[in-house]
């Protein structure tokens, strides 16, 4: 039986998670694109909580124009500044079971752009 490409994507995420988590030296960047916009979180995983987040729909890129790759980096580069605020300088990338290219290659770029290290 052939796997339906969201079924796909979240097989690929389960086996990413198992190796990559966020700890409080190192907390995880979590991605989630969907169609139109792109999401993405900084999280400690050991207490559950998010440390910072953007996204495509913030007020300050939303009214940003450009392609979809170029507001992904917009992303990036905000939640970078964020968390750099938030005393975090280095990551661990969780791509959330996407192909490393187009946006969410954007977004890691623009990450490490405002000064994350990953």
Known sequence: MALTKNQRRLRIKNRIRKVVSGTEARP??????????????????????TISAASSRD???SSAKGTKSEIAALVG???????LKAGVETIAFDRGGYLYHGRVKSLAEGAREAGLKF
């Open 28 to 49: 995880r960047l979590a991605v989630f694109r969907s169609n139109k916009e792109i999401y993405a979180q900084i999280v400690d995983d050991v207490t559950g909580k």
């Open 59 to 61: 007020k300050d890129i």
């Open 77 to 83: 580069k905000a939640l970078g500044e964020k968390a």
